[in-house]
């Protein structure tokens, strides 16, 4: 357990419930504590049923399986019993009774509940093994045996006629309960199920082996199990002191135990707390606590992934507005001698080859690369950009490629969204790769259009949308990428001929050094005359 480490969950309780939860957190790749105290309620059974697949399975085998496999997925499992949580900032932290503390970002707790057996002596000692509760649980292996029915509330006629089903040799052991009504008493009469009057005193055991149970009158009624249907109580500490109180139970009518609400997948009233098994459902067995963690496993996972949605849209957002200003680029630039590779930009040395030299204006120039290969083949270039920082490389690129090219640049810092062009003024208008969000985008190509002289030439490049399916790792903002198609369709026919408007293959390196296909977005216009 790492103390210092925020978990994305810590589950508290490590039986079906907490192991299930903690499953399938782990298998979604989540960082996941169980804290297990290792009190079971169904510690003291030699078995567990109905579990499809694993029917007969000691419960304590299970749960060491059930440890194994969230460790193997990269969970974490420690010994300890959890006291309380308190909410810290967006977070809870648990204490456990040993002063450790954990952080987590969301609970899962299935802490289960205790069984309040009658006062009886000697009951609790032979609890889970031959005084049972649950005929789905225990019945099969006491069927055809002696079989009491311990009345300790008003459902007891109901567990009677339950166990019927399983032996026919069954008693109705009334205790401190009244007498049952006359209908009751015909339809346990009619199943043959006798009643024996007056309270149980105590447990008859032979060996290592339940054999009757002795009533006030001191008559002793054989039997080889006992059913006791106590009312369960929900271990709820830890959710208490988050302020989460038990409620009771009823079923028919009658109080069965107390639990944690919740919705069906265990979200309690408390955000980030869910809750799983029996501290939530009285009723859950061991197959049913597992696929209520499961849900609430799965439920958790969902709660982080919107609350992760969230936050990555307000950073999202944040970047969208901060990446194109001139702060950011400055950053940037200054971040590293060189951020571009000095070579002119494949498509404008594709079209501009063949082109006799005029005026042109290089858009985001960035360190001068395209400006000063245009100006060396003779071109008088403007080069414009937003960072002061990349047009001082780009006049020092100029400078060092001769003198003759250097005189025939000129460097201007302008944000051209906000910058008016002089219209009709460039031979050659080239923007390599200027993504934009979509009106502004619009606007600026307008712009661009604008300043094209009456048989110049209009040369826009962008990356691809296609190229976000590859391994090229694009800057993932997709609403600033554009196809060439969607240029063209905005120059009027009348005005522009477009020479091309195509996804242009390229190989490229990608990250791991290996060599893809990446497209850009080449829009090749010419204005008339």
């Given at each position: 357990?790492?103390?210092?480490?925020?978990?994305?969950?810590?589950?508290?309780?490590?039986?079906?419930?907490?192991?299930?939860?903690?499953?399938?957190?782990?298998?979604a790749r989540r960082s996941v504590l169980v804290v297990d105290a290792g009190q079971p309620r169904n510690a003291p059974a030699a078995h567990m049923h109905n579990y499809l697949g694993r029917d007969g399975t000691p419960p304590a085998e299970l749960r060491a399986a059930g440890r194994e496999?969230?460790?193997?997925?990269?969970?974490?499992?420690?010994?300890?019993?959890?006291?309380?949580?308190?909410?810290?900032?967006?977070?809870?932290?648990?204490?456990?009774?040993?002063?450790?503390?954990?952080?987590?970002?969301?609970?899962?707790?299935?802490?289960?509940?205790?069984?309040?057996?009658?006062?009886?002596?000697?009951?609790?000692?032979?609890?889970?093994?031959?005084?049972?509760?649950?005929?789905?649980?225990?019945?099969?292996?006491?069927?055809?045996?002696?079989?009491?029915?311990?009345?300790?509330?008003?459902?007891?006629?109901?567990?009677?006629?339950?166990?019927?089903?399983?032996?026919?040799?069954?008693?109705?052991?009334?205790?401190?309960?009244?007498?049952?009504?006359?209908?009751?008493?015909?339809?346990?009469?009619?199943?043959?199920?006798?009643?024996?009057?007056?309270?149980?005193?105590?447990?008859?055991?032979?060996?290592?082996?339940?054999?009757?149970?002795r009533l006030a009158s001191g008559e002793v009624v054989a039997l080889d199990a006992l059913v006791v249907g106590a009312p369960l109580a929900a271990r709820s500490g830890v959710l208490e002191s988050l302020g989460l109180k038990p409620v009771e139970v009823e079923i028919g009518g009658h109080?069965?135990?107390?639990?944690?609400?919740?919705?069906?997948?265990?979200?309690?009233?408390?955000?980030?707390?869910?809750?799983?098994?029996?501290?939530?459902?009285?009723?859950?067995?061991?197959?049913?606590?597992?696929?209520?963690?499961?849900?609430?496993?799965?439920?958790?996972?969902?709660?982080?992934?919107?609350?992760?949605?969230?936050?990555?849209?307000?950073?999202?957002?944040?970047?969208?507005?901060?990446?194109?200003?001139?702060?950011?680029?400055?950053?940037?630039?200054?971040?590293?001698?060189?951020?571009?590779?000095?070579?002119?930009?494949?498509?404008?040395?594709?079209?501009?080859?063949?082109?006799?030299?005029?005026?042109?204006?290089?858009?985001?120039?960035?360190?001068?690369?395209?400006?000063?290969?245009?100006?060396?083949?003779?071109?008088?270039?403007?080069?414009?950009?937003?960072?002061?920082?990349?047009?001082?490389?780009?006049?020092?690129?100029?400078?060092?490629?001769?003198?003759?090219?250097?005189?025939?640049?000129?460097?201007?810092?302008?944000?051209?969204?906000?910058?008016?062009?002089?219209?009709?003024?460039?031979?050659?208008?080239?923007?390599?790769?200027?993504?934009?969000?979509?009106?502004?985008?619009?606007?600026?190509?307008?712009?661009?259009?604008?300043?094209?002289?009456?048989?110049?030439?209009?040369?826009?490049?962008?990356?691809?949308?296609?190229?976000?399916?590859?391994?090229?790792?694009?800057?993932?903002?997709?609403?600033?990428?554009?196809?060439?198609?969607?240029?063209?369709?905005?120059?009027?026919?009348?005005?522009?001929?477009?020479?091309?408007?195509?996804?242009?293959?390229?190989?490229?390196?990608?990250?791991?050094?290996?060599?893809?296909?990446?497209?850009?977005?080449?829009?090749?216009?010419?204005?008339?005359?």
């Amino acid at each position: 357990m790492d103390e210092n480490k925020t978990y994305d969950v810590v589950v508290v309780g490590g039986g079906a419930a907490g192991l299930s939860g903690a499953l399938a957190l782990a298998r979604a790749r989540r960082s996941v504590l169980v804290v297990d105290a290792g009190q079971p309620r169904n510690a003291p059974a030699a078995h567990m049923h109905n579990y499809l697949g694993r029917d007969g399975t000691p419960p304590a085998e299970l749960r060491a399986a059930g440890r194994e496999e969230v460790i193997g997925y990269g969970g974490e499992v420690v010994a300890g019993r959890a006291e309380s949580a308190t909410r810290e900032g967006g977070d809870f932290v648990v204490t456990l009774d040993d002063g450790r503390a954990v952080r987590a970002r969301r609970l899962l707790v299935a802490t289960g509940a205790v069984d309040e057996l009658p006062d009886v002596p000697g009951l609790a000692e032979r609890w889970g093994r031959d005084v049972l509760h649950c005929p789905y649980c225990h019945g099969w292996e006491v069927r055809d045996r002696r079989i009491g029915v311990l009345a300790t509330g008003p459902l007891a006629v109901e567990q009677a006629l339950l166990w019927r089903q399983w032996s026919e040799d069954v008693v109705f052991l009334a205790h401190h309960c009244p007498a049952p009504s006359e209908e009751d008493a015909e339809r346990l009469a009619a199943r043959r199920i006798p009643v024996a009057d007056g309270p149980v005193t105590g447990i008859e055991v032979t060996g290592d082996a339940l054999t009757g149970v002795r009533l006030a009158s001191g008559e002793v009624v054989a039997l080889d199990a006992l059913v006791v249907g106590a009312p369960l109580a929900a271990r709820s500490g830890v959710l208490e002191s988050l302020g989460l109180k038990p409620v009771e139970v009823e079923i028919g009518g009658h109080v069965a135990g107390t639990r944690i609400a919740a919705d069906p997948t265990g979200a309690t009233a408390v955000p980030g707390v869910w809750v799983a098994g029996n501290v939530t459902d009285v009723r859950a067995v061991v197959i049913a606590s597992a696929a209520a963690g499961l849900a609430a496993g799965a439920a958790i996972n969902m709660d982080l992934i919107a609350e992760e949605t969230r936050a990555a849209v307000d950073a999202y957002r944040t970047q969208v507005r901060t990446l194109l200003e001139e702060a950011a680029w400055e950053e940037r630039y200054r971040s590293r001698p060189t951020v571009w590779s000095g070579r002119p930009n494949p498509q404008l040395v594709a079209e501009a080859a063949q082109l006799p030299p005029g005026r042109a204006l290089d858009v985001g120039s960035g360190e001068g690369a395209d400006a000063v290969w245009l100006a060396a083949r003779g071109w008088r270039v403007t080069g414009a950009d937003i960072s002061a920082t990349a047009l001082e490389r780009a006049a020092a690129h100029a400078a060092d490629a001769g003198a003759d090219v250097a005189a025939r640049t000129e460097w201007v810092q302008a944000d051209l969204r906000d910058h008016t062009l002089p219209e009709g003024a460039y031979d050659l208008v080239s923007a390599q790769y200027m993504h934009l969000p979509g009106e502004a985008r619009r606007t600026l190509f307008a712009s661009l259009a604008a300043a094209t002289a009456p048989g110049g030439t209009l040369l826009i490049v962008g990356h691809h949308p296609s190229d976000l399916l590859t391994k090229a790792r694009r800057m993932h903002f997709p609403q600033m990428m554009f196809t060439a198609e969607e240029v063209a369709a905005s120059l009027d026919p009348a005005e522009w001929e477009v020479v091309a408007a195509e996804a242009r293959p390229r190989t490229a390196v990608d990250p791991e050094g290996g060599e893809i296909t990446i497209r850009d977005a080449v829009l090749v216009a010419r204005r008339r005359t």
